[in-house]
């Protein structure tokens, strides 16, 4: 009780309410993409808190005396699709970040609409990619519909984000419908994602996620982006942003706005799987790499050998989501991620399953309710 009771002063003393509001949208989809790109096989443990340091904290934000990467949760791998992921406390981008690893072979996965009345949200005629869907509910059962870091942001001031890369950021997407209807995530950035949704559930995204709050990130001529055609059943959201070439001196690659179009040419994505592997920087890998040279064709040889690989080994049989729920009503007002002015939600639901793996750093459950103990960066 003494440790939490500590814990929780110096979250109080010392989450400050950083203005980020002038900082550019390239800042916070730069570092989520850093997040995403390291959760291929769990690096970010070890190559994150190289990147997210006291020092970088301290010339962004002088005074706040949180650690500047505290890993609070792991979860995964997910029974069907293998979808892994983290939850991490990162000071210098005043957020809680969610992120969601991108997996092989999601192709095979099934991708019929599944409608979003398991979520329940007051929209019947919205659908997304049924895999997409059916990852995020197992995630959300698995993690007590993430008890451990609603109890985090029930005190320490950060915004609640969402990021993950390829099929991690359809789920994301999916998560980010669900947590920011419940008025709990205020943003999401996602990288080299396909479509997730039909107009319905895409029309509800952005109403959710508008502006700054959502990033949906193309690199160069990324072709995964485009592996689920346009149709009436799957159409991108809002929030276009593309990264390309290596000339910005400072951050290594250019790029430009697709904000107000789902359909515009230059967020759409192209023809290059080997682009896939380069958001900034390569899978595996947590921080700058500023000349997009620096990818590495290996990554290119082995995401076709392990897809090959997956294909001769992924079911293709539909997947039932024979769930129903009562939908609940629209929230009246949204939450800016650089301006949050409501604060998230208290507690969790739900109880743990016993498919796939959670991990808890320094939580405590009693009685089934998670309790912030102390909270430090473990080296699984």
Not at 87 to 94: D, F, R, S
Not at 167 to 188: E, K, T
Request: proline content about 6%; overall charge negative; glycine content about 8%.
């Amino acid at each position: 009780m003494l440790a939490l009771l500590s814990f929780l002063l110096l979250f109080l003393t010392t989450a400050l309410a950083q203005d980020v509001s002038e900082e550019s949208p390239y800042w916070h989809d730069r570092y989520h993409a850093f997040l995403s790109m390291a959760a291929y096989d769990y690096s970010y443990l070890e190559t994150c808190p190289l990147f997210f340091t006291e020092e970088a904290k301290q010339k962004n934000f002088p005074g706040n005396i949180e650690p500047p990467f505290t890993v609070i949760i792991q979860f995964g791998p997910t029974l069907k699709q293998g979808v892994s992921g983290y939850a991490v406390v990162v000071p210098e981008m005043n957020k809680t970040v969610v992120v969601f690893s991108g997996v092989y072979g999601w192709e095979n996965f099934d991708a019929n609409p599944a409608s979003l009345a398991p979520l329940n949200v007051d929209c019947d005629e919205c659908t997304a990619h049924a895999a997409a869907l059916e990852a995020w509910l197992e995630i959300k059962e698995l993690t007590a519909d993430m008890a451990a870091v609603q109890t985090v942001e029930s005190y320490n001031g950060h915004i609640w984000s969402l990021t993950g890369h390829g099929f991690g950021a359809m789920v994301a997407q999916v998560a980010a419908i669900d947590l920011g209807y419940r008025n709990l995530a205020h943003a999401i950035h996602t990288f080299g994602s396909p479509r997730v949704f039909n107009p319905a559930g895409a029309a509800l995204f952005n109403k959710l996620f508008s502006g700054t709050s959502n990033t949906r990130t193309v690199a160069n001529n990324d072709a995964i982006p485009q592996v689920i055609p346009e149709s009436e059943d799957y159409v991108h959201v809002l929030g276009g942003f593309h990264v390309f070439g290596s000339g910005n001196a400072t951050y290594g690659q250019n790029y430009e706005y697709c904000s107000y179009s789902a359909s515009d040419p230059n967020c759409l994505g192209g023809n290059s799987r080997a682009d896939h592997w380069f958001y900034y920087t390569t899978p595996g890998t947590c921080g700058n790499q500023y000349n997009a040279t620096t990818y590495n064709p290996a990554w290119n040889e082995a995401y076709e050998q392990a897809q090959a690989a997956s294909y001769a080994t992924v079911s293709t049989t539909p997947i039932s989501l024979n769930m129903t729920a009562t939908p609940g009503p629209l929230p009246t007002s949204t939450v800016s991620e650089t301006n949050p002015t409501a604060a998230p939600e208290k507690g969790g639901a739900g109880q743990d399953s016993s498919a796939g793996t959670l991990k808890v750093e320094g939580v405590m459950r009693w009685g089934g309710l998670a309790a912030m103990g102390v909270v430090g960066l473990a080296l699984l």
